[in-house]
């Protein structure tokens, strides 16, 4: 019979669009703006007390909150405003002290039942609400720094190569380098040596009662190529870490000379993102020195989570984390985690060459973080705050070499299944080249302002309401039942956006308002062929059936080739072409699928069956 769609038909359109009525209601419930807590490391944790001890700080501060919740050694206070959250943060992060990240955050509020079926809201970039923005600032003096005390392991391993003795190479609180020779004709020697395979150092010599010194500095073209590369390199760095924390459409960019800017549209966990984000840490492998070892030598470091013991460890540094390949968190066979480590090529050498004479002997795997702490100073009469760097080593494994390593090997001696898995992509997103430290952190609002914003959505509404009432009103029932498909449009754009957690941008709300226009476009056209149809003199029925079925292959023509365009446009384009892209891709499917299935479906139900002989169109 035409114009009626079989039972089956007519349910499956019932389902998908109960489906998408479901994983597009979690839009519904806004955000709350809320202050998360979470410690630094493993020995910091949040419970219950430390939870108790702060909503009586905030009730006693006169700061109104709606809940406070604990999660997984998390926690999360939830609050009404915006302002009350940042008096809030500042009040916690006071009580706190450094050992906890405090971090600014917007909380769901999706009902349980929505949250188990997998269904949530969609993320919202920074130029609508949501999201996290952080601008870091690059220690290049630690950059130079860095570099020099690798310079410092590369002169001692020439002069020994040539035979050349030396007494002592020292990295000075000044800048330079520093080599002691017993006598002159040695420092000679060596100076030449270091000229020609350093090019990049100015080299002076000194005699003096203490000895004989050639002292290294750096370039000024070699100083600013380190700063350049450890720039760069924090760039990557971020960009492999943020990726690994699986954020949608972030922002990594540098900003000015030692700047970077990083932006996490909606981010459902900042702290854990400032934790990853802003770990200057790194490794040094170091072999335990042995007892008869000059003390110039070796140097002593505490166990990172055993208070009270400490080790003696070689100078002299095998590998650090930068020749890390790959690294991946796992358990022992004793259930105990630890981190699987596969090396480069060349550090897989430098690891062979030196526990190949080193069997029995313990190695070291040193933790070294770079932070920062803010100190009050008086500088003429007034108190500052100045930021004060400092570096944290501490040792988390000691173990005994039994054979020679290669390029794979483990570090064990973690305390938890989280401490692995953070050291392991740490480790696999790449060492940070520098220190780098917040100069800002805050959530975005609106980048054009909130009066725009709420501009831009009045003229969507408008928008979309004059295209309703010219569809009710020019074509009467039809327009009708096409305003309710295209609703039905909206809804499924809504909860596919939602369920591919895709980022909604204002480039993103143009490609909705764009597949809207499209989608009334596929009805007007199929509406019009059944005017013409009607026109040739034919029945009721049979040119509404006529009407649908002729105008398929106009509508998927048009819609195709701005499908491609869409998927040209995702594939080329970044950041907000990319929101664009992904909602006009998306509007172009459901808008078929509503003006070609839905809307018939609704006519079915409305005209389907019965003996019509004229039709109000």
């Given at each position: 019979?035409?114009?009626?769609?079989?039972?089956?038909?007519?349910?499956?359109?019932?389902?998908?669009?109960?489906?998408?009525?479901?994983?597009?209601?979690?839009?519904?419930?806004?955000?709350?703006?809320?202050?998360?807590?979470?410690?630094?490391?493993?020995?910091?944790?949040?419970?219950?007390?430390?939870?108790?001890?702060?909503?009586?700080?905030?009730?006693?501060?006169?700061?109104?909150?709606?809940?406070?919740?604990?999660?997984?050694?998390?926690?999360?206070?939830?609050?009404?405003?915006?302002d009350t959250q940042l008096r809030a943060k500042d009040l916690i992060a006071d009580q706190l002290g450094g050992n906890y990240v405090v971090a600014l955050n917007l909380a769901p509020t999706t009902p349980e039942w929505l949250t188990d079926i997998g269904a949530g809201p969609m993320k919202l970039g920074l130029d609508l609400r949501g999201g996290v923005h952080f601008l870091l600032e690059v220690d290049m003096a630690q950059a130079v720094g860095q570099r020099?005390?690798?310079?410092?392991?590369?002169?001692?391993?020439?002069?020994?190569?040539?035979?050349?003795?030396?007494?002592?190479?020292?990295?000075?609180?000044?800048?330079?380098?520093?080599?002691?020779?017993?006598?002159?004709?040695?420092?000679?020697?060596?100076?030449?040596?270091?000229?020609?395979?350093?090019?990049?150092?100015?080299?002076?010599?000194?005699?003096?009662?203490?000895?004989?010194?050639?002292?290294?500095?750096?370039?000024?073209?070699?100083?600013?190529?380190?700063?350049?590369?450890?720039?760069?390199?924090?760039?990557?760095?971020?960009?492999?870490?943020?990726?690994?924390?699986?954020?949608?459409?972030?922002?990594?960019?540098?900003?000015?000379?030692?700047?970077?800017?990083?932006?996490?549209?909606?981010?459902?966990?900042?702290?854990?993102?400032?934790?990853?984000?802003?770990?200057?840490?790194?490794?040094?492998?170091?072999?335990?020195?042995?007892?008869?070892?000059?003390?110039?030598?070796?140097?002593?470091?505490?166990?990172?989570?055993?208070?009270?013991?400490?080790?003696?460890?070689?100078?002299?540094?095998?590998?650090?984390?930068?020749?890390?390949?790959?690294?991946?968190?796992?358990?022992?066979?004793?259930?105990?985690?630890?981190?699987?480590?596969?090396?480069?090529?060349?550090?897989?050498?430098?690891?062979?060459?030196?526990?190949?004479?080193?069997?029995?002997?313990?190695?070291?795997?040193?933790?070294?973080?770079?932070?920062?702490?803010?100190?009050?100073?008086?500088?003429?009469?007034?108190?500052?705050?100045?930021?004060?760097?400092?570096?944290?080593?501490?040792?988390?494994?000691?173990?005994?070499?039994?054979?020679?390593?290669?390029?794979?090997?483990?570090?064990?001696?973690?305390?938890?299944?989280?401490?692995?898995?953070?050291?392991?992509?740490?480790?696999?997103?790449?060492?940070?080249?520098?220190?780098?430290?917040?100069?800002?952190?805050?959530?975005?609002?609106?980048?054009?302002?909130?009066?725009?914003?709420?501009?831009?959505?009045?003229?969507?509404?408008?928008?979309?309401?004059?295209?309703?009432?010219?569809?009710?009103?020019?074509?009467?029932?039809?327009?009708?039942?096409?305003?309710?498909?295209?609703?039905?449009?909206?809804?499924?754009?809504?909860?596919?956006?939602?369920?591919?957690?895709?980022?909604?941008?204002?480039?993103?709300?143009?490609?909705?308002?764009?597949?809207?226009?499209?989608?009334?476009?596929?009805?007007?056209?199929?509406?019009?062929?059944?005017?013409?149809?009607?026109?040739?003199?034919?029945?009721?029925?049979?040119?509404?059936?006529?009407?649908?079925?002729?105008?398929?292959?106009?509508?998927?023509?048009?819609?195709i080739t701005t499908l491609l365009a869409a998927v040209i446009l995702f594939a080329m384009g970044t950041g907000p072409v990319k929101g664009f892209a992904v909602t006009l891709s998306v509007g172009i499917i459901t808008s078929m699928f509503t003006a070609i299935l839905v809307t018939r479906a609704l006519v079915n139900l409305t005209y389907g069956g019965r003996t019509l002989k004229k039709l109000g169109l």
């Amino acid at each position: 019979m035409l114009n009626r769609y079989p039972l089956w038909k007519n349910l499956l359109i019932l389902l998908v669009l109960v489906v998408a009525g479901i994983y597009a209601a979690p839009n519904l419930y806004p955000e709350d703006f809320a202050v998360q807590v979470s410690g630094t490391r493993e020995a910091y944790t949040v419970d219950s007390a430390l939870m108790s001890n702060l909503e009586t700080e905030l009730e006693q501060a006169g700061v109104e909150y709606k809940a406070a919740e604990l999660n997984d050694g998390t926690g999360l206070i939830r609050f009404a405003n915006g302002d009350t959250q940042l008096r809030a943060k500042d009040l916690i992060a006071d009580q706190l002290g450094g050992n906890y990240v405090v971090a600014l955050n917007l909380a769901p509020t999706t009902p349980e039942w929505l949250t188990d079926i997998g269904a949530g809201p969609m993320k919202l970039g920074l130029d609508l609400r949501g999201g996290v923005h952080f601008l870091l600032e690059v220690d290049m003096a630690q950059a130079v720094g860095q570099r020099l005390d690798v310079y410092v392991s590369d002169i001692k391993g020439q002069l020994r190569d040539e035979r050349l003795r030396y007494r002592q190479v020292e990295h000075l609180d000044d800048g330079r380098l520093s080599v002691r020779f017993a006598d002159a004709e040695t420092r000679d020697q060596a100076e030449d040596l270091l000229r020609g395979n350093f090019p990049e150092f100015l080299t002076d010599t000194e005699d003096n009662d203490e000895g004989n010194f050639v002292y290294i500095n750096l370039s000024e073209q070699t100083i600013r190529e380190i700063e350049d590369y450890a720039v760069k390199q924090n760039l990557t760095t971020l960009r492999n870490r943020v990726n690994e924390l699986g954020v949608a459409e972030p922002l990594v960019q540098r900003q000015g000379r030692n700047r970077i800017v990083v932006q996490l549209p909606g981010i459902q966990d900042a702290a854990a993102a400032k934790r990853i984000i802003g770990k200057t840490a790194n490794l040094e492998f170091r072999l335990e020195a042995k007892p008869d070892e000059s003390r110039a030598n070796t140097e002593v470091y505490p166990f990172r989570n055993t208070p009270g013991r400490t080790a003696e460890l070689e100078r002299d540094i095998i590998i650090t984390g930068s020749n890390v390949a790959n690294a991946q968190a796992s358990f022992d066979e004793n259930g105990m985690p630890q981190v699987n480590i596969t090396l480069d090529g060349k550090g897989g050498q430098m690891m062979s060459r030196v526990t190949r004479n080193a069997i029995q002997r313990r190695m070291a795997v040193l933790f070294v973080e770079h932070k920062s702490r803010m100190v009050e100073q008086k500088v003429d009469g007034e108190t500052v705050e100045k930021r004060v760097p400092y570096t944290e080593k501490g040792i988390i494994s000691l173990a005994t070499i039994q054979s020679t390593l290669g390029n794979s090997f483990r570090i064990t001696g973690l305390d938890s299944s989280q401490e692995s898995s953070e050291l392991a992509l740490l480790l696999r997103a790449g060492a940070l080249a520098a220190p780098i430290y917040f100069v800002e952190e805050r959530t975005v609002g609106p980048s054009m302002g909130a009066e725009n914003i709420e501009m831009g959505v009045t003229s969507v509404q408008i928008g979309f309401a004059l295209v309703l009432a010219f569809m009710m009103l020019y074509y009467r029932v039809f327009g009708l039942l096409a305003n309710v498909a295209l609703t039905l449009n909206l809804v499924l754009i809504v909860a596919v956006m939602s369920i591919l957690t895709a980022t909604l941008t204002l480039p993103g709300i143009a490609g909705i308002v764009l597949t809207v226009g499209m989608a009334v476009d596929a009805n007007v056209l199929i509406f019009e062929r059944i005017k013409e149809e009607l026109k040739n003199g034919l029945p009721v029925q049979s040119a509404i059936n006529a009407g649908f079925s002729r105008a398929h292959t106009t509508i998927l023509d048009a819609n195709i080739t701005t499908l491609l365009a869409a998927v040209i446009l995702f594939a080329m384009g970044t950041g907000p072409v990319k929101g664009f892209a992904v909602t006009l891709s998306v509007g172009i499917i459901t808008s078929m699928f509503t003006a070609i299935l839905v809307t018939r479906a609704l006519v079915n139900l409305t005209y389907g069956g019965r003996t019509l002989k004229k039709l109000g169109l």
